[in-house]
């Protein structure tokens, strides 16, 4: 099941138990704040946005242990309702708040934020919006922390799919390289009934994209695979 049906096709408990689960495997595996923070080393933050945010788990380094003000924003009806529970839960004092909003309109002023995380959620995004939104709501210096799927991520997919006999899992794979292809060949990405919304990134793709933006990829995290390719991209402090 992908994030997209999880999002709409299951009951509120269930989406619940899913973000909870989501917490507490990061809550779990300190090393990921740790390498959050290591990433924006000498950027003051004092306000973060967490794009696709769940439970909003992201944002604990720079809510928790940095002291700044955390957004999350997410499309879900639920937005927030176990982020707020959580957050209270693990800090009285935490300074956050949920938005439900897409990633392609941001409800935000330009230059808002320090920092940004999106972590698979582009790849159900329509991505020159998304990418656009998040670049401007970024002030100049500020950092995008960006995890996406990459085509090796569908291409393994598919292929688990054949090993378990699972045609919609195939299907569903080849639908979303497809719809990459297309995209990474043309520079447009397709949302039709045939492709559906759905499609892979790639590092040169992101370049391709980011540029006009003022944005640039610097490095890559920890966390950083083939499938899924984990980026610090940061703005350019240069003020058009």
């Excluded at 924006?40 to 004092?46: F, N, W, Y």
């Excluded at 392609?104 to 159900?124: K, N």
């Excluded at 995890?147 to 569903?172: F, M, N, P, Q, W």
């Excluded at 695979?225 to 984990?230: C, K």
Aim: include cysteine; aromatic fraction near 8%.
């Amino acid at each position: 099941m992908s994030k997209v049906d999880r999002f709409f096709k299951i009951s509120a408990t269930e989406y619940d138990n899913y973000v909870r689960a989501e917490w507490q495997q990061y809550v779990d595996h300190p090393a990921r704040a740790n390498e959050s923070l290591a990433a924006l080393e000498g950027l003051v933050v004092e306000r973060a946005l967490d794009i696709g945010c769940g439970s909003g788990q992201e944002l604990i380094p720079f809510v928790v242990k940095g002291s700044a003000f955390g957004v999350g924003v997410d499309v879900v009806p639920e937005t927030g309702r176990v982020g707020r529970e959580l957050f209270s839960e693990l800090l009285d004092e935490a300074r956050v708040s949920f938005v439900r909003s897409a990633a392609e309109a941001l409800p935000f002023q330009t230059g808002s934020f320090d920092v940004a995380v999106c972590r698979l959620a582009l790849p159900y995004t329509e991505n020159d919006r998304a990418l656009s939104e998040m670049a401007r709501v970024l002030r100049p210096g500020g950092v995008l922390l960006l995890k996406i799927h990459h085509a090796a991520y569908y291409l393994r997919k598919a292929e688990s799919g054949l090993r378990a006999a699972d045609a919609r899992s195939v299907i569903h794979a080849l639908r979303v390289l497809t719809s990459g292809v297309l995209y990474y060949a043309t520079n447009r990405q397709p949302r039709t009934r045939l492709t559906g919304g759905e499609t892979f990134q790639t590092r040169g793709l992101l370049r391709r994209k980011l540029a006009p933006l003022g944005m640039s990829i610097e490095s890559e995290l920890p966390d950083s695979n083939p499938a899924t390719p984990s980026f610090v991209i940061r703005k350019s402090t240069r003020r058009d």
